[in-house]
């Protein structure tokens, strides 16, 4: 195991790709429960024409294309995918489950898909059947998203360079023009988020590993997907604001305590958190380094020195400062 100090000055940005593709991507979104069931974002990054061609060209893959307000884009979609909606729609033939080219019909089920997403989403735009062959003329941002139905998988999204940028406006700015009267929300800038089962033995100097990196503004019982930018003084949202899902049935689970990493806080109005966006940027006040908090909730646990471990982040404890929260196990 290597551990590492956590290099603060190489942070790297939300991703160019990332923050101006985010409000667009967003019109794929549809609450659970529809043909996507659960679409997350997962990731975006420049690809270069042969990388545009090569990621797009995969014969397997259905391919969409969507048009709004004077943007295009190609939704791929994998085999395991489109197969699924047709079966679910034609009854199961008994194929062996292996890639292949969509036929026209599972093609144009992939496309009613993505526009059965946008319309419960509440977003307009075009979706038609996209070219049998991959056709793009060139670099693009690609962005990755994650689906929970019909069945889990991944879906690509190209989107075209020239995207406009959303209209991102500053935390002071937004509280500006929102003034209201609702009480103050405090949301901890989160970089990564875990479980850990034998935090009574913890003492200083030790190192807690707690997962993969992973930013989010933790508020309440749920979270906001964002990544931090170049210099760590703010972050950009990448998705809305989502409730924490509630554990299964694992007494492993129930006796492991619930870990987040927290470099600082960020105090909001309560309307101003409801209404942030996807590619909405908001000022951190200050950059972020040093110490950071161990927190179960809202406690906080330990302080220490961010470092990676193997690819994870981790803590290594300066200072304890509560003991942990009383586990109860609920399974008999």
Request: with cysteine.
């Amino acid at each position: 195991m290597t551990v590492e100090d956590f290099p603060w000055h190489q942070l790297r940005p939300a991703s160019q790709a990332g923050s101006r593709a985010a409000a667009w991507v967003d019109a794929l979104r549809s609450p659970a429960g529809g043909t996507f069931g659960e679409l997350r974002w997962r990731r975006a990054s420049h690809g270069d024409a042969a990388e545009v061609r090569r990621r797009l060209g995969e014969r397997s893959l259905a391919r969409v294309r969507v048009r709004r307000g004077g943007a295009e884009a190609i939704v791929a979609v994998p085999w395991r995918v489109w197969r699924a909606l047709a079966q679910a729609i034609l009854g199961d033939d008994g194929e062996l489950p292996a890639p292949r080219s969509p036929t026209i019909a599972e093609r144009a089920f992939t496309a009613a898909a993505v526009a059965d997403a946008m319309a419960r989403a509440g977003v307009a735009g075009a979706v038609e059947l996209g070219d049998e062959s991959a056709s793009w003329p060139g670099p693009a941002l690609l962005v990755e998203l994650a689906v929970s139905a019909p069945v889990a998988a991944e879906l690509l999204v190209a989107l075209p360079l020239s995207l406009p940028a959303a209209n991102p406006r500053s935390l002071s700015e937004l509280m500006r023009s929102r003034g209201d009267r609702l009480p103050p929300v405090v949301a901890a800038v989160a970089l990564a988020r875990g479980r850990v089962a034998r935090w009574g033995d913890a003492a200083p100097r030790d190192v807690v590993v707690v997962g993969p990196p992973s930013a989010a503004l933790l508020v309440g019982r749920g979270a906001i997907e964002v990544a931090l930018d170049a210099r760590g003084v703010g972050v950009t949202v990448l998705a809305p604001y989502e409730r924490t899902a509630m554990p299964g049935d694992d007494l492993a689970h129930d006796l492991a305590i619930p870990i987040a990493i927290v470099a600082g806080d960020v105090t909001m109005s309560a309307r101003a958190l409801l209404e942030l966006a996807p590619g909405q940027v908001l000022s951190l006040g200050c950059a972020l380094g040093g110490l950071v908090e161990l927190r179960s909730g809202a406690r906080c646990l330990a302080r220490g020195e961010l470092v990676t471990i193997d690819g994870e982040l981790g803590v290594r404890v300066t200072e304890l400062v509560a003991a942990p929260p009383t586990v109860v196990a609920t399974r008999e």
